[in-house]
C-alpha cells in the first residue's frame, strides 16, 4: 500500500472565463475536463493539465463569484510549484508559481511540489511521516520539507500564532495524493480511521475516486485513485471540447446549462 505523489491540487478562481484564458493562453496548459462542482452542480469545475489529464499534471479550479476576498494564513496551501513559463500570475491571485521553463518529457509534465502553512510544523510533519509515509529531506526551525514518492514535494511552513486562512476565490482549497485504485485507497482509509483521523466517505468524483480528511494544521488533504481517467466520456483528442455531467446529473442537464455562465474556448 503506497502513495504514488501528487495527483491535483484544487482551487478557487473567479470569474470562469477569465481562468479559463490565462491557463489555457498564457500558462500553456491544456482544458481536460469542462464539468461542474458535484457537490454544487450550479458552479463550473475546470481541469487544466501540463500533459492530457494524467494524474500528478492537473490543476483544478471552482469559479467562485464572491464578494469576500481571501484571507490568506494557517492552515491553508500557501503555494503550488509547477513546470512551465508563464506570462503574467493567476488573476485572482492564486499562488501558483511555473519554474524550470517549459517541460522536457513527459516526467517534466507534473506538479512539482505544494507549500502548506501550517500552526505546528513538527506536528504535521510527523502526521505526513508516520501516517502517509514521506520522508523528511530537509529541515529548519521555518519549515520541514517531505519528500513524495514521485519527486515532488510537500513544505510545511511553521506559522504559529498566525490567524487561521479564510477561503474565497484566490484560494487553495486542497491537494491530492495518487494511489494505484480503490482497494489501496480503502487501505488507506481504514488506516487513517484506525490513527483517529476523520475521513470522508468514498466520494465518486466519475474520472476517480476521492476520499478527504485534514492534517494536524487544518489543510484539507485527498487520496485520490488514478483511474478511470477522463477518456471515460471524451475522446482523448477532444478532451475539455464539451460540458461533461456524471450519470446521475444527465438528467438535469438543461436546468443545471441554464445557470452556468456561457465561455468561450477559442
Not at 80 to 90: A, I, K, P, S, Y
Not at 104 to 120: F, I, Q
Not at 203 to 211: A, L
Request: aromatic fraction near 8%; charged fraction near 25%.
Amino acid at each position: 500500500m503506497a502513495i504514488l505523489g501528487l495527483h491535483h491540487v484544487t482551487a478557487l478562481a473567479g470569474e470562469a472565463q477569465r481562468n479559463l484564458d490565462f491557463y489555457t493562453k498564457s500558462a500553456g496548459m491544456r482544458l481536460v475536463k469542462r464539468t461542474v462542482n458535484f457537490d454544487d452542480p450550479g458552479s463550473y469545475h475546470l481541469y487544466f493539465s501540463l500533459g492530457n489529464g494524467e494524474p500528478g499534471t492537473l490543476l483544478t479550479f471552482f469559479p467562485w463569484i464572491t464578494a469576500r476576498a481571501a484571507v490568506h494564513g494557517s492552515g491553508e496551501i500557501s503555494r503550488v510549484e509547477m513546470r512551465g513559463q508563464v506570462e503574467g500570475v493567476d488573476p485572482d491571485g492564486v499562488p501558483v508559481s511555473f519554474v524550470g521553463g517549459e517541460p522536457e518529457g513527459e516526467r517534466d509534465r507534473r506538479l512539482l511540489s505544494v507549500s502548506l502553512s501550517v500552526a505546528d510544523a513538527p506536528k504535521s510533519a510527523a502526521f505526513f511521516r508516520d501516517l502517509l509515509g514521506f520522508e523528511v529531506s530537509f529541515e529548519t526551525a521555518e519549515k520541514i520539507r517531505l519528500a513524495v514518492p514521485d519527486g515532488g514535494g510537500v513544505e510545511l511552513l511553521h506559522s504559529p500564532g498566525v490567524p487561521r486562512a479564510k477561503l474565497a476565490a484566490g484560494s487553495i482549497h486542497h491537494v491530492a495524493f495518487r494511489v494505484k485504485d480503490e482497494a489501496e485507497q480503502l487501505g488507506w482509509r481504514a488506516r487513517l480511521t484506525a490513527a483517529g483521523v476523520r475521513v470522508s466517505p468514498v466520494k465518486d468524483r466519475n474520472y476517480f475516486h476521492s476520499i478527504y480528511f485534514r492534517e494536524p494544521g487544518g489543510v484539507l488533504l485527498e487520496i485520490a485513485t488514478d483511474g478511470p481517467g477522463f477518456g471515460i466520456d471524451e475522446a482523448p483528442e477532444h478532451l475539455g471540447e464539451k460540458l461533461c455531467l456524471p450519470p446521475w446529473l444527465e438528467a438535469s442537464r438543461e436546468s443545471i446549462e441554464k445557470r452556468l455562465p456561457a465561455v468561450s474556448l477559442g
